[in-house]
């Protein structure tokens, strides 16, 4: 009367939906199963992250420098200028990619 259904269906004739593990820039910080699970930052990464914070308070203070209590006019100022840009957007930028996913661990936690 009609086709028969098969009783088992293998994994590999399933057709596979997009989860948000799926995605190759969360699969460092995931696991494969259906619950996004945060991991704990490695050692390397938290002086990474505190090498980055210098940087970007080094950053800061020394454009503050420049523009406040230096006094240099011209080439001398615009040089300066440039080199803390760099480094403070640098450092942000660092600092915005290596931080932890949404959901993650609460500062402070342990």
Do not use: C, K, Q
């Amino acid at each position: 009367m009609g086709t028969a259904v098969p009783e088992r269906i293998r994994d590999e004739d399933r057709i596979s939906t997009p989860r948000e593990y799926d995605h190759p820039l969360l699969a460092s910080t995931t696991t494969h199963s259906s619950r996004v699970r945060p991991t704990h930052p490695s050692p390397l990464e938290i002086i990474m992250r505190f090498l980055l914070w210098l940087l970007f308070t080094a950053g800061v203070l020394v454009n503050a420098f420049v523009n406040i209590l230096s006094g240099w006019t011209g080439a001398a100022h615009i040089a300066a200028s440039v080199v803390s840009g760099v480094l403070v957007l640098g450092s942000a930028v660092g600092l915005w990619l290596t931080r932890t996913p949404a959901g993650g661990r609460a500062r402070g936690a342990v």
